[in-house]
């Protein structure tokens, strides 16, 4: 079996909780494929984050929010 890159190729994907270790890697991987990626999460939670090694936030669509706010993350998903 073998992945098709170009089927991430301007895909718009929503991440929640793009800011930890795996959010930050499957940001990382999907921005690399082509897809047009918007991460939402709180700030990262440690000086030494992946989030911050990867400059993911140079890469993706990067949003500072705690998802319990529905409003807000209603409206930034609108936005997207």
């Not at 921005?31 to 993706?60: H, Q, R, T, Y």
Request: charge should be negative; charged fraction near 25%; hydrophobic fraction near 45%.
């Amino acid at each position: 079996m073998s992945l098709d890159l170009a089927f991430w190729k301007e895909k718009r994907i929503l991440i929640t909780g793009h800011t930890g270790f795996k959010g930050s890697w499957m940001s990382y991987w999907l921005a690399l494929m082509g897809a047009k990626v918007k991460g939402i999460a709180l700030e990262p939670s440690s000086n030494l984050n992946l989030f911050d090694i990867l400059s993911i936030e140079d890469k993706i669509e990067s949003c500072i929010l705690d998802i319990s706010n529905f409003e807000h993350l209603k409206e930034e998903m609108k936005q997207f």
